[in-house]
Structures are given as C-alpha cells and as structure tokens.
C-alpha cells in the first residue's frame, strides 16, 4: 500500500470526480485512476463508484477513508515537523473550540503571545459543536481542542480534564416560566438543545439523565448559539447554558433580557477538557500552544475534593 495511492483516494473523495482531483494533484487522470485500481486489487474490494453525481465511495471505502485521512494527515504533520525541525520559527498549528472553551480567561492571551513569538507559523481557530471536534480530531484536521463535553468514550484519543464550569437553565425574561424551580414540570416545556439530540454526551442529555428523567420531546436542535438565543427570544423556550456565558453577558451584550432559572435539581457542570489524539506525537509548535493553553485554563482551577472547578 503505497501513499500516493491513500492521496490519490482521498483527492478523488474530497473533490468528488477524478477530473477535480487530478487538478487538484496535478498529475494525469490516468495516473490517479491508475492508484485506485493498484489500491483496489491490494485491498480486495471496490473503493469508488460512479454515481449522478460523481464519483462517491463504497460501503467498503468509507470504512477505509478515515484510516487513508489519517494516514495522508500524518503525513503532511510530519512534513511540518521535519521543516520545524530546519526552522523553528516555521509551521502550523489548528485548534478547535466550543463557544464555551473559547471565552475561557486567557486563551486569547496564549494564542497571541504564540503569535507574536512565531509570526511565520499559521494559526487556525475553529469554534465547532464538541461532537464535531471529536470528528476533526479523529480525521487528523485538528491538532488539539479545548472542549466542553463529557468524554463518555474515550474514542482512542488523550483526554485532560482542566476543570469545569457550572451549568444554568435560563429563559427569556417574558417566559411565564421563568419563576419554576422543577425540571419535572419542564420536561414538557419547548426546549432549544445547542448539540445534537442524538449527542447522549452532550449538556443537555445530561441534564435530564442526571435527575433521572426523559429527554424532552418538544424539542429544537440549534447549533448556532446565535440562533439558539434569538429563538429564545421569541418563544416559551427553555436552554441549559454556561454560567461563564452568563455571567459575560453572552458577550453581546444583551444578558439583561435572559434569566437564569432557580431549578432545584442538579444541573451538571460543563467538564473542561483538553483533547488531541497523543500530545506527544503534536508537532513542536502545537506542542509548545498545547502546554501554553493547559497552564492558561488551569491557572483559573482549584481542587475541590477530587474534582475542580473552573472560576468564571
């Protein structure tokens, strides 16, 4: 099995036909239709299949394309070691994060001063939903990530927990439910989950888990945090959201026409945690971030009995 022929699948896949891909690459379209056949007979099975519209993957090639991008991914990380290596002051590093995670006190300061310590090595920052960090984690298009979920599976992948952060179940300040104080009565209540409702890791799965209750039928899945609040606006709606983005006022300057609800039942923390596939195989410069963010997030921790707790 031969690199070139993992490019050549993961070209064709990314780009969707092989005339895409070979432009992309370029080299000839014979030469990457050549790859894939040499990859086919060596693996056994069809990888790729003509479809309306283009080219897509087998049944087979989609379980072997998360091995060929991690592969490819490794690849060009290795690339960008060996050049860190002949520059240090060269390189690339991608992080992900919550919108939790990204209003920590002091990440901004360590992304900045690794900016100005290496302004020729390109930093990239993307805000994602935790299970879809776990997904770029995973495929190798992210370096590490300061998430907010619970690892419920580990998923092969180096998990620190740095902390947490109090959870709080809050309305528009005109809900007529804004004084109710049981999540029971709730649980029939409209409710906006900022994760997939099939995500049982995330907050709003563990809100009514803990307490033992049904997750709500009624329902609103809004990955956008934006949305999410101007629904809330403009409906009976009810979310779980940081005590952090409560406190900063959401950042937008609008917190005065949100509340947080007395809800008498445990409403689980948010875990802070720092998450790569094996910090000891980051290259230099996300080694170097790695551990600038770790001390950074944990300067706002203390140890509460065997837990901590993040100080917003």
Not at 90 to 118: H, P, Q
């Amino acid at each position: 099995m031969k690199l070139h022929q993992l490019r050549a699948l993961v070209a064709i896949h990314n780009a969707g036909s092989i005339l895409e891909a070979s432009k992309l690459m370029h080299i000839t379209q014979p030469a990457l239709s050549r790859s894939i056949k040499e990859l086919e007979r060596e693996v056994g099975f069809t990888l790729l299949q003509r479809s309306h519209k283009g080219m897509a993957l087998t049944e087979e090639g989609k379980r072997v394309i998360r091995h060929a991008n991690l592969v490819v991914e490794s690849i060009r990380r290795l690339q960008i070691e060996a050049a860190s290596i002949q520059d240090a002051a060269l390189g690339a590093v991608s992080i992900g994060v919550t919108s939790l995670t990204a209003m920590l006190d002091g990440v901004d300061e360590s992304i900045l001063a690794f900016r100005r310590k290496y302004p020729r090595v390109k930093i990239t920052i993307t805000d994602l939903r935790p299970s879809q960090i776990l997904q770029r984690l995973r495929d190798g298009s992210l370096d590490f990530a300061i998430t907010s979920q619970q690892p419920l599976s580990r998923l092969s992948l180096d998990w620190e927990a740095l902390g947490s952060i109090k959870g709080r179940v809050i309305c528009h300040a005109s809900n007529r439910q804004k004084f109710s104080q049981s999540l029971r009565t709730l649980q029939y209540a409209p409710w906006i989950s900022l994760d997939e409702l099939s995500d049982q890791a995330s907050q709003f799965h563990q809100l009514f888990e803990a307490n033992g209750l049904r997750v709500p039928q009624n329902t609103v899945e809004c990955t956008s945090v934006m949305m999410a609040l101007k629904l809330l606006k403009n409906t009976e709606s009810l979310m779980t959201i940081s005590e952090l983005a409560v406190d900063q006022g959401f950042t937008y300057g609008i917190d005065c026409e949100f509340v947080a609800m007395a809800v008498q039942e445990l409403i689980p923390d948010y875990p802070i945690n720092l998450v790569c596939i094996d910090r000891h195989s980051l290259t230099a410069p996300a080694q170097e971030l790695f551990h600038s963010l770790r001390g950074q997030v944990l300067k706002q921790t203390r140890p509460v009995g065997s837990e901590v707790v993040v100080h917003a």
